[in-house]
């Protein structure tokens, strides 16, 4: 793919884009303080979190070769929670997919589970300019048969980019004749049909969106989250810092990358870097500014090298490696120290968010009262979305919760923040970290201890 990446990159021109650094963090201790309860050190160490990040783009093509587990279950140790699953169904541009092609799917999800991770998907059928894709009628058929396994996956799937269209899946150079808006929002409206309401698209570009939905306002808070199809669909742009339009991505630069950067407060924008153009350097100071403002959740480590090297000599990589996506932190909490059994308590937690984007997969937050004496943990669910604890910004949960069926006796207080999906909550590689010194265990799927107390009379 990486050896034909060059001729994507003149095809694309001629067819037409808050960081601190990572340092070690000291003592653990929560500081008292009258009015907020306590006060929590805010960490910069390097650590994984599912759905964001650096991801590694992996490639198969028609009834080819399964993922390989040892290679996946490496990944967290290199803190890397998701990769792109590239699917070329280049044996089937005139016929439905194979029982055995739909099997290597579902086998490929399962490994993904295993190692605790989440999966980007793309579906194309040719990885090379001159070569043909399918007509949309096939396309159809194929999302149709792909139906039940996004159903069944929908646990670990995290995104998935549009594709099917040209070469490499990027809505371009279509042997039949699809690269144009009409067709592009039939393939875009029936994947979307197909797909499992929480998981949401990407587009190859901004224009390609605003062309299927005739407008160039960016999603907002009313349609948020919701099954609006215009609140499904974010961007993916392969040819990230380059410069200029990005061998394509923009046509209108500036206005474009503030359309995304509107948009990302609630839908994702990811993908990979790949050759400058002559005469610009994606520097850290650059790159940081442009992740930043588009809030990039997600880059790929395959490519472009340069690029990634550059970062690394200069000493920005971890920062962005830290900083990709969400990273939230504890600023204070608030507890009584007593209650009486059967009661209410009042629960306020201050949290910030010092990455460069949102979470876009909604969580299920727990309040946990673990007992001193028998370590039996009681759970009570919070209704805090922790979406909308935007980059940059502040996030307070303040609620009433009922300790009603925890019997009477001295608790340690938990927060646990898991994936929604039931069969991943129990998972410690699902569970949301959140980025302060000493809170974190990694027991019972994964909680912080808030180093408060509470005695229930």
Known sequence: MRNIKKIRIVALAVLVLFGSSCKKTGSATPTPVDDDGITYEISGNLFPNPERGFIRTLIVYSEGTGLNSVLLGSLADQNITMVLRLYYLDAFKDKALSAAEIALIESDMDKIRTAGLKAILRFAYTDNMSG?????????????????????????????????????????????????????????????????????????????KQQIFGSTVPVESGIAYTAAAKARVGHHNDCFLTGGTEYGTYTNVTAEKQYISDEALYVPTGGETCPPSPGFDPNCIISRNEMKLLKWTYLNLDYYQPTLNAWRSSGCFDEFQANLGYRLALVSAKFPAQAIANSNISVKLNLTNRGYAPLYHPKNTYLVLKNKSTGTLYEKALDADLRNCKPLGTFTINETVSISGIPSGEYIIYLRITDKAASLKSRTAYSIRLANTGLWETENGGMHNLKQELKIN
């Open 132 to 208: 043909t894709d399918a007509p949309l009628a096939i396309i159809e058929q194929h999302l149709d048969q792909l139906k039940p396994v996004f159903e069944n996956n929908q646990d670990v799937i995290a995104f998935v980019q549009a594709g099917f269209i040209g070469a490499w899946g990027e809505w371009h150079s279509s042997s039949n004749g699809l690269a144009n808006t009409d067709n592009q929002r039939k393939v875009l409206n029936k994947l979307l049909s197909v797909l499992p309401q929480d998981i949401m698209v990407q587009v190859r570009t901004p224009g390609y």
